[in-house]
């Protein structure tokens, strides 16, 4: 079983380009997240997704959009780059919100 | 939001010592999770755990969520038990979405 998938795992990519992280799971969870981990700290929430067809913010969206248009996809989009963005990035997915929750292997971008 | 604390920030362990790692969260909680991050980068899930006791192995947690903490045990510890251990929790006032704490930092010295 694949789980969940995310491409590229890493990527350098110039300030002002933009870009998507794609991430798919097979699994059919309903809810699917994107988190950044910057180094020495935890991963903080930048949108979520309960189900298909809706998203969400979490704690850092600015910079960033996602869309959901079926249950296995949620790419996550840097309109215009910019080096704060350099960073993990992981992907998660689980049923319903309230189970467990698995995490892709992450994306390393790095904004130069 | 929720608030969620661990402790130590660091951990040095010696081969075979066995040690705790402490998660405290600010609100009750659905969900609870903890998390092995190894020296690659991978999040491993290790424990689902909003209430009671788990074993897998060497490692073992309990959740008291009345109290609003959660512990993870390594017995025996390894070198390849290094890495970082993220606690995670989920509640409704925060839409059911993880919210981590800030890691406990685990090196094992054979």
């Known amino acids: 079983t694949a789980g969940i998938t995310q491409a590229p795992t890493s990527q350098i990519l110039a300030a002002g380009r933009s870009m998507t992280l794609r991430c798919t799971q097979d699994m059919r969870h309903n809810a699917m997240y994107w988190y950044r981990q910057d180094l020495g700290l935890g991963l903080r929430l930048i949108h979520y997704s309960n189900t298909a067809g809706t998203t969400g913010k979490g704690e850092v969206p600015d910079g960033y959009s996602v869309s959901r248009a079926n249950t296995d996809d949620f790419p996550l989009t840097l309109a215009s780059a910019v080096p704060s963005q350099t960073s993990v990035y992981f992907c998660?997915?689980?049923?319903?919100?309230?189970?467990?929750?698995?995490f892709g292997q992450g994306t390393r971008l790095t904004v130069v | 939001g929720i608030q969620v604390e661990q402790s130590p920030p660091d951990l040095i362990l010696q081969e075979g010592a066995n040690s705790t790692l402490r998660c405290n969260f600010s609100?009750?909680?659905?969900?609870l999770q903890w998390f092995h991050q190894n020296p690659w980068g991978q999040l491993i899930n290790l424990f689902y755990i909003p209430s009671g006791t788990k074993q897998n192995g060497r490692l073992s947690a309990t959740t008291v969520a009345t109290e609003r903490y959660s512990l993870l045990y390594i017995s025996s510890s390894q070198t390849t038990d290094s890495g970082v251990y993220f606690c995670?929790?989920?509640?409704?006032?925060?839409?059911?979405?993880?919210?981590f704490g800030g890691g406990t930092r685990v090196l094992v010295k054979p």
């Open positions: 995670a929790v989920e509640n409704r006032a925060a839409g059911n979405k993880l919210t």
């Open positions: 998660a997915s689980s049923l319903e919100g309230r189970t467990e929750a698995f």
């Open positions: 609100d009750s909680v659905n969900n």
